[in-house]
């Protein structure tokens, strides 16, 4: 008999109750730490949009091989597999004679799926151990989870006492896990993933990356103590947390996230923007546990608000030829033509460019939201379930909110008056000022943009 450590989103030695809690009560199981890689995440397709870029496959093979590594350094083995979850883990479970796996607790209905279907064979354990309100005492109960923000805040935030984060793991003696040399014969179909590997570092790609932004944010540039007024930047490297893919990846725990930010209020500075990086990371929480409460209705049509559609999106040619342009970043529109090349150059984009290229997908080319989020999906190095397709829904009116529409020309002039971030993404313009926000000949320029074209100077302010 033995017991599975399935580190799927847990790939990280610090906070890691996962790691560290294995074994210990049942010193005669022999302990399999592994990670699968899903090939249907990463190679398939929704609604006729690849599920994962190149990009997103190399930042989730450097994040398992790092992992890897430093595991390797405390001589425990990680079983790296690929295919389909639950095919893949019952052929491993049977040939090493698994009856318990340990798994944090799901978000997305898939994962929820994967984990319904192991619990019919094993003993699963789960372990919310990439929430804040992850234990048992602090979880909301799901039927009475609110379905708004502002309401979820407000009867959330005053209890909210975060677990403490588990110090780094280090093996413990009672606790007897297989080495590299043990668990090697079952990486083979692992090993095929090689040639797409890539060397450079990707965000997300690495717990010691993850935790040295963290201090380097917070602690070291403290650009921590202006995060509200920046963080609706579009350019640089501190005008936001960009914790997103470490967070995602789960190799930045968000716990020991929460309590650096508490230590440096204790610390340092309390002020409106250390309040603000922790009211984001309530907004992640939402998501999550909303995606809980609803499962598979947020893929429908409407999400959460009507009856449930799962059929395809349909576009009619003139939608399709809008919906290729809108994703190759070539529909004229300054603003959201920038946003989308630095999404495809570098995947990840701000979350004021999020807002703007959603909004003006869904609202201004009357396209399906799905499709929007099922793109995202593909390019963003910070690709979470929910925090995704919440967003998105939120934007088209089907999810925790009526419909936002953003008016994208005084949106570019609210956050690129001087056209620096448009210049930078698209060079091949040359008009000055904030005439750079133009749209281009051809461009079916809604009425709504009227008012604030008028207001496109070539003067720098
Ligand atoms: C259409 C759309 C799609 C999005 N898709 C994703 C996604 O797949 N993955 C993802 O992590 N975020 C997503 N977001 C939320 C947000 O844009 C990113 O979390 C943020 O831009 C990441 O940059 P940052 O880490 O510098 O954020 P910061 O501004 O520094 O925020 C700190 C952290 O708070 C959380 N956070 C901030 N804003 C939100 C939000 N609106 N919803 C949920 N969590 C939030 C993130 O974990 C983030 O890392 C999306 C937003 C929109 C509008």
Same mark, same amino acid.
């Given at each position: 008999?033995?017991?599975?450590?399935?580190?799927?989103?847990?790939?990280?030695?610090?906070?890691?109750?996962?790691?560290?809690?294995?074994?210990? *009560?049942?010193?005669?199981?022999?302990?399999?730490?592994?990670?699968?890689?899903?090939?249907?995440?990463?190679?398939?397709?929704?609604?006729?949009?690849?599920?994962?870029?190149?990009?997103?496959?190399?930042?989730?093979?450097?994040?398992?091989?790092?992992?890897?590594?430093?595991?390797?350094?405390?001589?425990?083995?990680?079983?790296t597999l690929f295919g389909?979850?639950?095919?893949e883990?019952?052929?491993?479970?049977?040939?090493?004679? +698994?009856?318990?796996?340990?798994?944090?607790?799901?978000?997305?209905?898939?994962?929820?799926?994967?984990?319904?279907?192991?619990?019919?064979?094993?003993?699963?354990?789960?372990?919310?151990?990439?929430?804040?309100?992850?234990?048992?005492?602090?979880?909301?109960?799901?039927?009475?989870?609110?379905?708004?923000?502002? %309401?979820?805040?407000?009867?959330?935030?005053?209890?909210?006492?975060?677990?403490?984060?588990?110090?780094?793991?280090?093996?413990?003696?009672?606790?007897?896990?297989?080495?590299?040399?043990?668990?090697?014969?079952f990486c083979e179909n692992f090993s095929q993933l *090689?040639?797409?590997?890539?060397?450079?570092?990707?965000?997300?790609?690495?717990?010691?990356?993850?935790?040295?932004?963290?201090?380097?944010?917070?602690?070291?540039?403290?650009?921590?103590?202006?995060?509200?007024?920046?963080?609706?930047?579009?350019?640089?490297?501190?005008?936001?947390? %960009?914790?997103?893919? *470490?967070?995602?990846?789960?190799?930045?725990? +968000?716990?020991?996230?929460?309590?650096?930010?508490?230590?440096?209020?204790?610390?340092?500075?309390?002020?409106?923007?250390?309040?603000?990086?922790?009211?984001?990371?309530?907004?992640?929480?939402?998501?999550?546990?909303?995606?809980?409460?609803?499962?598979?209705?947020?893929?429908?049509?409407?999400?959460?608000?009507?009856?449930?559609?799962?059929?395809?999106?349909?576009?009619?040619?003139?939608?399709?030829?809008?919906?290729?342009?809108?994703?190759?970043?070539?529909?004229? +529109?300054?603003?959201?033509?920038?946003?989308?090349?630095?999404?495809?150059?570098?995947?990840?984009?701000?979350?004021?460019?999020?807002?703007?290229?959603?909004?003006?997908?869904?609202?201004?080319?009357?396209?399906?939201?799905?499709?929007? *989020?099922?793109?995202?999906?593909?390019?963003?190095?910070?690709?979470?379930?929910?925090?995704?397709?919440?967003?998105?829904?939120?934007?088209?009116?089907?999810?925790?909110?009526?419909?936002?529409?953003?008016?994208?020309?005084?949106?570019?002039?609210?956050?690129?008056?001087?056209?620096?971030? +448009?210049?930078?993404?698209?060079?091949?313009?040359?008009?000055?000022?904030?005439?750079?926000?133009?749209?281009?000949?051809?461009?079916?320029?809604?009425?709504?943009?009227?008012?604030?074209?008028?207001?496109?100077?070539?003067? %720098?302010?």
């Amino acid at each position: 008999m033995s017991c599975l450590v399935l580190l799927d989103k847990t790939l990280r030695l610090h906070d890691n109750p996962l790691l560290c809690q294995a074994g210990i *009560a049942d010193s005669s199981l022999p302990l399999v730490a592994v990670v699968c890689l899903d090939e249907k995440a990463f190679f398939g397709h929704q609604y006729g949009v690849a599920r994962a870029s190149l990009l997103r496959l190399q930042q989730q093979l450097q994040l398992i091989a790092k992992s890897k590594q430093a595991l390797a350094k405390l001589n425990i083995g990680l079983v790296t597999l690929f295919g389909e979850p639950i095919t893949e883990l019952t052929a491993l479970a049977q040939a090493l004679n +698994v009856t318990q796996i340990l798994t944090a607790a799901p978000v997305g209905y898939h994962e929820q799926q994967l984990v319904m279907q192991l619990a019919q064979r094993f003993e699963v354990i789960t372990d919310d151990v990439n929430s804040l309100l992850g234990s048992p005492s602090l979880a909301p109960q799901l039927p009475d989870l609110p379905d708004s923000f502002s %309401k979820f805040r407000k009867q959330r935030e005053p209890l909210l006492q975060v677990d403490v984060a588990v110090p780094e793991f280090t093996p413990q003696p009672q606790q007897r896990w297989l080495t590299p040399a043990n668990t090697a014969e079952f990486c083979e179909n692992f090993s095929q993933l *090689a040639a797409f590997s890539q060397p450079g570092s990707l965000p997300g790609s690495g717990e010691r990356q993850a935790l040295h932004r963290l201090d380097d944010f917070i602690w070291q540039k403290q650009a921590i103590r202006h995060y509200k007024i920046s963080r609706n930047g579009l350019l640089g490297e501190y005008y936001a947390s %960009k914790f997103s893919a *470490a967070l995602a990846s789960g190799c930045l725990s +968000v716990r020991f996230c929460w309590q650096q930010i508490v230590q440096f209020e204790q610390q340092q500075l309390a002020n409106d923007s250390t309040y603000w990086l922790k009211f984001e990371l309530l907004w992640r929480e939402f998501f999550r546990w909303q995606f809980r409460k609803y499962g598979k209705a947020w893929f429908s049509n409407s999400a959460i608000k009507g009856p449930l559609d799962f059929s395809k999106p349909h576009l009619n040619a003139s939608q399709q030829k809008n919906f290729n342009h809108w994703c190759a970043g070539q529909t004229g +529109v300054p603003f959201i033509d920038a946003n989308m090349r630095l999404l495809n150059t570098t995947g990840l984009m701000s979350n004021r460019g999020r807002q703007n290229v959603a909004s003006f997908l869904i609202h201004d080319l009357g396209i399906d939201w799905r499709l929007g *989020a099922a793109y995202f999906e593909q390019r963003l190095l910070d690709y979470d379930v929910a925090s995704n397709w919440g967003n998105w829904a939120y934007i088209a009116g089907s999810g925790n909110s009526g419909e936002r529409q953003f008016n994208v020309i005084k949106q570019a002039l609210n956050y690129d008056r001087s056209g620096d971030f +448009v210049r930078t993404m698209l060079p091949e313009l040359s008009a000055q000022g904030s005439l750079i926000h133009q749209p281009g000949p051809g461009v079916n320029v809604p009425e709504h943009w009227q008012h604030w074209l008028s207001k496109l100077t070539d003067s %720098k302010t």
